[in-house]
């Protein structure tokens, strides 16, 4: 059984990464003899964080470039000439790009004839933010389209839409959701946009597929009870996932956090700053580091710390390190309540208020773009005095999350016709 996993990870999002390890041990534990490999932006990424042989997803992907000597000088000379002539420069341009994806297209086709399986998991695949409807979109009909032409299954496991702004983005991604042979949704909102596509009506939700990595209640971190919450784990967000660096939403929301921070720090709490998106999030953590030191460290009785993190396993190892969060991005959330960690969501988009809602504490959700550092404080303080309440409360819900992503893997094995290892 040869099973390709594909998604627009790579890039340094630990909440894909995190994905992509749950289905990977979770096929791999039902599968016997399975092999998996990725099809991602970032192959060379992919291969080396989770062990797996990767292809580029799109022509676009970064693969390592061959070294390449200098054009002779006939050829810079006809460059040269060339760049001189009106209008051929576009059109040269638009016949490489073309070129490029024929190439592309035969490749994809040679690796799809040898897949028995192709999975799609995970948010961000039923959206068109980063390239428009001939971005993602696109890449997924065409990757669904190949793969049905060869006989392999096409499996929709958990994914997750954020948005799209063009009709054609739609058309593309009803067609490969109609090719799929299973389909299952992160969220209710995803369900019901693809109803509106005309797809499916009986397809299901299901817990975010990150809910199924082999974390147990040890990975968790254990406070004593005569212990007293105290360590305060902050991830921030960049302003590249939702806005700009000059919306003042968001220069607000640093702002109201980095204040929070230091009042936090200036009463005695320690923190712990720390990213879930390690390309992006890593420069507004230092930015955060200056601000707070400028303000005056003379004040503190708490200690300020940096979390080196690269990886999930990382993410996981601070995760269990800290008795409170404060995060932005979903699988920041995510990922602290999957440890059982109380979490103060300080929310800017849809799907982690959906998060929040469904796991029942969304008392402890806050507006990002309207963010207030009283706010914030406060609801922290709520949660280390409610700190062994709201944690019991989580690892029931993480555990029936559990139950019915088991219950999910086992109708994919079932499709592929395998039976589940016991």
């Excluded at 009106?86 to 690796?111: K, N, Q, T, Y």
Aim: aromatic share 6%.
């Amino acid at each position: 059984m040869r099973i390709a996993l594909l998604g627009p990870f790579g890039g340094g999002n630990l909440g894909d990464a995190a994905i992509q390890d749950a289905v990977i041990h979770n096929l791999s534990a039902r599968i016997r003899g399975a092999t998996l490999v990725g099809i991602s932006h970032n192959p060379e990424d992919t291969a080396r964080r989770h062990g797996i042989p990767a292809y580029p997803l799109t022509r676009h992907a970064q693969v390592p470039s061959p070294h390449v000597t200098s054009a002779p000088r006939g050829v810079r000379s006809l460059r040269t000439l060339v760049r001189q002539v009106p209008g051929v420069l576009p059109i040269l341009s638009r016949l490489r790009s073309a070129v490029r994806e024929g190439f592309h297209i035969r490749d994809a086709f040679r690796l799809v004839r040898s897949l028995d399986c192709l999975v799609i998991s995970g948010g961000g695949q039923l959206d068109d933010y980063w390239g428009g409807p001939w971005g993602h979109p696109y890449t997924l009909l065409k990757w669904a389209a190949l793969s049905k032409l060869t006989g392999a299954r096409v499996v929709f496991l958990g994914v997750g839409a954020d948005m799209f702004t063009s009709r054609l983005s739609r058309v593309f991604v009803k067609r490969a959701l109609l090719l799929a042979d299973f389909r299952s949704y992160r969220d209710s909102e995803t369900k019901a946009l693809a109803e509106s596509l005309g797809v499916g009506d009986d397809d299901r939700v299901c817990p975010d597929l990150a809910y199924s990595l082999p974390v147990g209640r040890a990975n968790a971190g254990v406070l004593q009870p005569d212990s007293t919450p105290h360590t305060v784990g902050i991830s921030p967000i960049a302003a590249g996932a939702w806005t700009s660096r000059d919306d003042p939403r968001y220069r607000n929301y640093l702002t109201q956090l980095c204040s929070a921070t230091s009042w936090l720090l200036c009463s005695g709490y320690s923190v712990r700053l720390f990213p879930s998106q390690v390309r992006m999030d890593a420069p507004v953590i230092n930015e955060m580091v200056e601000v707070l030191r400028d303000q005056g460290e003379t004040a503190w009785r708490g200690e300020l710390t940096v979390h080196p993190v690269q990886t999930v396993a990382d993410l996981i190892d601070c995760l269990a390190t800290v008795d409170v969060v404060v995060a932005s991005r979903l699988h920041g959330v995510l990922l602290s309540t999957l440890m059982h960690k109380p979490v103060v969501a300080v929310s800017y988009a849809r799907k982690v208020e959906l998060l929040m809602g469904d796991l029942g504490v969304s008392d402890c959700l806050l507006d990002g773009h309207t963010l207030r550092s009283e706010d914030l404080v406060e609801r922290v303080r709520y949660l280390c005095s409610s700190h062994a309440r709201i944690r019991q409360h989580l690892s029931g819900a993480v555990e029936a999350y559990r139950t019915i992503l088991d219950s999910q893997y086992a109708r994919v094995t079932v499709l592929l016709g395998r039976h589940v290892i016991p």
